[in-house]
Every structure is written in C-alpha cells, then in structure tokens.
C-alpha cells in the first residue's frame, strides 16, 4: 500500500497524558497537513509542512500542541496535557508540491483519539 | 459564519433518484473547489474537483457559480453505494490549506 499512513489507528488515554501520532505521507509528496475532525463537522485545518519547514499553523493548534516533520518524510504531532475537548480523529494529508491548480490531498486512515 | 457552509441533511433517498446538494462559500478569493466524499468512520476521499464550466464524471456533475460564491453537485442515478457524507471543499490562500464544509449526508434506500 503506498498511500498515507496514519499510526495508531485508535488511542485512548487519560485526561492529562501525552500523545504522539506520527504519519507517513506518499513518498514522493513533499506537502503534509495536519487536520482534526470532530463528530458531525468537516475536518479542520492544523498544520502544514512544505519538506520539513512548518510553514503554517491554525489558531487551532493550541501551545499544547507540536508537530514536527523533522527530515522532510513522516511528521508526528504530539499533544501534551490531554483534555476532553482533543477527542476527535486526527487526519494527515499529503500532497505533490508542483504547481497546479488541483493538488488532491490523499488522506490517511486517521487516529481516532479518545480521552477518559 | 463558517467559511463553507452545507445543508447538514440527511438526504433520503430511494435507488435511481437524482439527488443535488448545494453548497455556499465566504470567501471570494477561494482559488479551488472539490467535492470529497467521506464514509462512516473512513477518510475522506476526493470524489472530484469543480470547474467553472462545469465538470461530469460520470452519474457524478459538478457545477461553480464564483460570482454567487455557490457550489453544487449531481448525483443521477442514485446507487446503494453513493449512501455517505459529501463534503464542500475550498482551497484558498498560498499554502493549499483545504476548508471543508459540516458535509451533507445522503442515504439511498432500495
């Protein structure tokens, strides 16, 4: 399978632990994002990297919040003191970095995050 | 107000019928539009990109009004399989940052 992993696929935790997800975009895609969806709503933007600069950041993404993509292939997004409100699956997309108007981002599977 | 907005539905529909979901987008600077489909508990995945011309794929058509900021899709001939969430989906800014819409959920019954 070359699409976009996603592990774990599921994480359940206590309020107050930290987590960390890490995702392998498509190997020959160089834009990574980071989104959360929550029951009923589209998924929202978190993060993006372009190689392995985070080139931006949502509101969203709280101080607790840190991603990283350190050689430019898989990122990981940690989040420090779990809270009630993080449960949600968190989704990692990648794209191609040429130009053009309709760059799909593929999806992974997400993990689903639940906090007791 | 919410960047992209959908009618949450659901839809319900029975086999074979034509369905339409619409969908409304605030910011006119938006460069590209998408409709991506998304199943229970799945990922979503790219259904199909909306040009301004107006775009088919199949039993699938896809139509861009930029100058009323509104989005439609088609869906002829409704099959079992087409039952899952459909999401908006805009493009906007430099960096392909993508804002989907709640999504509008469609069922299709025998």
């Known amino acids: 399978d070359t699409g976009v992993s996603q592990d774990p696929r599921h994480k359940i935790t206590k309020r107050g632990q930290n987590v960390t997800f890490r995702c392998d975009p498509i190997?020959?895609?160089?834009?990574l994002y980071w989104y959360r969806q929550t029951l009923g709503q589209g998924p929202e933007f978190l993060t993006y990297?372009?190689?392995?600069?985070?080139?931006?950041k949502s509101r969203l993404l709280s101080d607790r919040f840190s991603a990283e993509r350190p050689k430019g292939s898989f990122s990981t997004l940690e989040i420090q003191r779990t809270e009630q409100g993080d449960s949600a699956m968190y989704l990692c997309?990648?794209?191609?970095?040429?130009?053009?108007?309709?760059?799909?981002?593929?999806f992974g599977d997400g993990t689903r995050l639940s906090i007791l | 107000r919410k960047e992209v907005e959908q009618d949450p539905g659901p839809f319900n529909v029975p086999e074979g019928a034509t369905v339409a979901f619409n969908c409304t987008y605030s910011?006119?600077?938006?460069?590209?539009f998408f409709w991506y489909r998304q199943d229970c508990r799945k990922e979503p995945k790219l259904l199909m990109s909306?040009?301004?011309s107006g775009n088919e794929d199949g039993r699938f058509t896809a139509q861009l009004n930029r100058a009323s900021q509104y989005i439609s899709l088609l869906i002829r001939d409704s099959k079992l399989s087409d039952s899952a969430t459909y999401l908006c989906?805009?493009?906007?800014?430099?960096?392909?940052?993508?804002?989907f819409g709640a999504g509008t959920r469609l069922a299709v019954h025998p």
């Open positions: 990297f372009q190689n392995e600069a985070q080139l931006e």
């Open positions: 909306v040009y301004s």
């Open positions: 910011n006119s600077a938006s460069q590209s």
């Open positions: 989906v805009v493009k906007s800014g430099g960096y392909n940052k993508l804002i």
């Open positions: 997309a990648s794209s191609p970095g040429w130009q053009g108007r309709d760059q799909p981002q593929h």
């Open positions: 190997s020959e895609h160089n834009r």
